[in-house]
Structures are given as structure tokens and as C-alpha cells.
Nanobody, 123 residues
Framework: QVQLVESGGGLVQAGGSLRLSCATS????????MGWFRQAPGKEREFVGR????????VYADSVKGRFTISRDNAKNTVYLQMNSLKPEDTAVYYC????????????????WGQGTQVTVSS
């Protein structure tokens, strides 16, 4: 069982930056591919990006490519989402998720989810 806890959300002006963290329990963090998702009010959950077990490979949604960066520190059992050049349309609850495999579809197959952290970008 893996427990995920996101933090770092808040209110920021357009053009600003935030860094989200997702801390995990257990001693097998490096065995998991970690993903970030978001859900805006009235919209479906959206894939943001994912990172492989070692941090050497990342994939991003087109909507955040070049602005967001995912990294991980396996010694701290934590994955990060650095968000730069934020836009009002980035406003959402952001979730981290974990799965064992690097699935062909980056948006599916996650077994564990955090509770989410709110990010609000004002114009």
C-alpha cells in the first residue's frame, strides 16, 4: 500500500510559479512510476505528466510542455511538479498518482492517488 500526500498548492498570479510536492509512504517509492493529474471544476481529470522510476524519463501533456517540470528524489520519497508561467487555465486540483509500470498509455493504470492540492491562478 502506498499513501500519497500532495502539498504546495495555493493562489498565484498569472505568470508566477509554484512547486507542488507529493510525499509517499513506504520504502518502495523507487519502484513506482509517478504521475501528475489535475481536475478543474466541471471538467474531467486531465493528465499533466509522468516520470519513470529513476527520474530519467518524463512525459508531459501538450498543454504544460515547456512550462511544467516533473522531478523526483527517491531518497526523500518525494516527487515534484515545478510549474512556471502559470495561466488562469491551470487552475485546478492537482493530484499525484503511482503505478508500477511504464504503461503505453500515460494516462491510465495508476493504482494509488493522493487527496489533491488546490492551485488557483488569478488573471
Amino acid at each position: 500500500q502506498v499513501q500519497l500526500v500532495e502539498s504546495g498548492g495555493g493562489l498565484v498570479q498569472a505568470g508566477g510559479s509554484l512547486r507542488l510536492s507529493c510525499a509517499t509512504s513506504g520504502r518502495t517509492f523507487s519502484s513506482y512510476v509517478m504521475g501528475w493529474f489535475r481536475q478543474a471544476p466541471g471538467k474531467e481529470r486531465e493528465f499533466v505528466g509522468r516520470i519513470d522510476w529513476s527520474g530519467s524519463r518524463t512525459v508531459y501533456a501538450d498543454s504544460v510542455k515547456g512550462r511544467f517540470t516533473i522531478s523526483r528524489d527517491n531518497a526523500k520519497n518525494t516527487v515534484y511538479l515545478q510549474m512556471n508561467s502559470l495561466k488562469p487555465e491551470d487552475t485546478a486540483v492537482y493530484y499525484c498518482a503511482a503505478q508500477r509500470f511504464w504503461s503505453s498509455d500515460p494516462t491510465t493504470g495508476y493504482n494509488y492517488w493522493g487527496q489533491g492540492t488546490q492551485v488557483t491562478v488569478s488573471s
